[in-house]
C-alpha cells in the first residue's frame, strides 16, 4: 500500500483525499487543514485522520470538537508521498519540510514549473515523472489542453495550436472573485501565460493562447483550433477522441447546450459533488477545414486534475505502468461516461 498524506484540505485537497481514498493500493494517511472549518468536519465525518498544518493551532481543533492526531510534520513523517493542494505559492514554502523528511511530494498548477523534476499530465508524459521525488501536477486548463494534443500529435502530428480560453472567474465558494458582471480579457496580454505553461508538458510544440474571464464559477470553455500535419476528417477525429478514457465526447442528442447542463448531467449522474473528471468535448463541434481542426470543449476546473494526481503517486513509486495506474484510477474513481 502507498500511503499517501494530504497537504491542504481545499478545492483540490478534498477531491484528492476521496481519490486516494478510493484506490485499492492506496492508503490515505490524513489530510493537514490550516483550521478547523466546515470542511474539516466533514473530513472528520469521512473517516480522515486530521493533522493541523500550523502546529500552533492544535488548541483550536479540539475546541472545535476535533481529535487532531498531530501536526503536519507528522503526516509527512509518516507518508510515502505527500499531495500540497495548498493555495498557489505555499507549496513553493512547504518543499523544505517534505525534503526535510526525504518524503516526495506532488504539487499543484500553481506552483512554478521548476518546482518539480517534471510537469506532468498522464496521457502525455507519465514515464518522465517514474521515480520523480518532486511532480507538477499541471493546472486544469494545460490538463484540458494536453488531453486533446496528445492523441492529434500521436495521430497526425500537431504543426500550431491557438486556443481561447473562456476562463470561470472563480469556483463556486470563492465569492470574493469576479468579474460578477463582466468580461475581462484577462491576461489582457497576448498570447497569455497558458501556452508556455503547455509546453512544460510538450516542450516542441507550437501554441499560442489568450485568456478571457467571464462571471461563472462552473466550468471554463476553450475554443480550439489545430492545424495538423496531415488532411483529416471531423469524423476519424471524433473517433480518435472518443477512443480517450478521459475525453467525453457529448453526444447531439444529449441536448446538453453549456456548461450549466454538463453539471446538471454531473449531478444527475451522482457524480460526487457534480464532478467531471473528463475534457467534455462537443461532438456537433468537431469541424475540419483541410489541415485546420476546430472544436470547444468545456473543463471543469475544480477535478479535471485529480485523476492525474493520483497518476502522479504511482508513477513517483513505480508501482504501475502507465496503461495499469491510468485503469485503475479511472475504475476507481469512476471515470469515462
Ligand atoms: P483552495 O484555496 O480551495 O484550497 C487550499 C487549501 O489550503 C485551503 O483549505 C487553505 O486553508 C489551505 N492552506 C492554506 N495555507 C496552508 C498551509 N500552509 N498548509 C496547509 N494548508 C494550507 O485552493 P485550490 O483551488 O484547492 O488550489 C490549490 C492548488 O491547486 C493551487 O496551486 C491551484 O492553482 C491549483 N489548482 C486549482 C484549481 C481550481 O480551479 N480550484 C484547478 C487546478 C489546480
Known amino acids: 500500500m502507498i500511503r499517501v498524506g494530504v497537504n491542504g484540505y481545499g478545492t483540490i485537497g478534498k477531491r484528492v483525499a476521496d481519490a486516494v481514498d478510493a484506490q485499492p493500493d492506496m492508503e490515505l494517511v490524513g489530510v493537514a487543514k490550516t483550521q478547523p472549518n466546515f470542511e474539516a468536519h466533514t473530513a472528520v465525518q469521512r473517516g480522515y485522520s486530521m493533522y493541523a498544518a500550523i502546529p500552533e493551532r492544535m488548541p483550536l481543533f479540539a475546541e472545535a470538537g476535533i481529535d487532531a492526531e498531530g501536526a503536519v510534520d507528522e503526516m509527512v513523517a509518516d507518508a510515502d508521498v505527500v499531495v500540497d493542494c495548498t493555495p498557489s505559492g505555499i507549496g513553493a514554502d512547504n518543499k523544505a519540510l517534505y525534503e526535510s523528511h526525504d518524503t516526495p511530494a506532488v504539487f499543484q498548477g500553481g506552483e512554478d514549473a521548476d518546482i518539480g523534476d517534471v510537469s506532468f499530465v498522464a496521457r502525455a508524459n507519465y514515464d518522465d515523472a517514474l521515480g520523480a521525488d518532486y511532480v507538477r501536477a499541471v493546472s486544469c486548463n494545460t490538463t484540458g489542453l494536453s488531453r486533446i494534443v496528445a492523441p492529434l500529435e500521436e495521430e497526425y502530428g500537431v504543426e500550431k495550436v491557438r486556443a481561447t480560453l473562456v476562463r470561470r472567474g472563480g469556483d463556486p465558494g470563492q465569492n470574493s472573485r469576479g468579474p460578477i458582471n463582466d468580461i475581462l480579457p484577462d491576461p489582457i496580454d497576448i498570447p497569455s501565460h497558458h501556452g508556455p505553461d503547455v509546453r512544460t508538458i510538450f516542450p516542441d510544440l507550437k501554441i499560442d493562447t489568450l485568456g478571457l474571464k467571464v462571471p461563472a464559477t462552473l466550468m471554463h470553455v476553450h475554443s480550439l483550433n489545430v492545424t495538423l500535419e496531415d488532411d483529416v476528417t471531423a469524423a476519424h477525429v471524433r473517433q480518435l477522441l472518443e477512443a480517450e478514457s478521459r475525453v467525453f465526447?457529448?453526444?447531439?442528442?444529449?441536448?446538453?447546450?453549456?456548461?450549466?447542463?454538463?453539471?446538471?448531467?454531473?449531478?444527475?449522474?451522482?457524480?460526487?459533488?457534480?464532478?467531471?473528471?473528463?475534457?467534455?468535448?462537443?461532438g456537433e463541434s468537431i469541424a475540419v477545414e483541410g489541415r485546420d481542426l476546430y472544436l470547444f470543449q468545456a473543463i471543469h476546473q475544480e477535478s479535471d486534475v485529480i485523476p492525474e494526481n493520483v497518476d502522479a503517486i504511482r508513477a513517483m513509486t513505480e508501482s504501475a505502468s502507465k496503461a495499469e495506474s491510468?485503469?485503475?484510477?479511472?475504475?476507481?474513481?469512476g471515470v469515462g461516461i
Open 326 to 333: 491510468v485503469a485503475t484510477t479511472d475504475e476507481y474513481l
Open 249 to 282: 465526447v457529448i453526444s447531439e442528442g444529449m441536448g446538453i447546450d453549456g456548461a450549466g447542463k454538463l453539471k446538471d448531467f454531473a449531478h444527475d449522474a451522482g457524480r460526487p459533488r457534480g464532478d467531471l473528471w473528463e475534457n467534455c468535448v462537443w
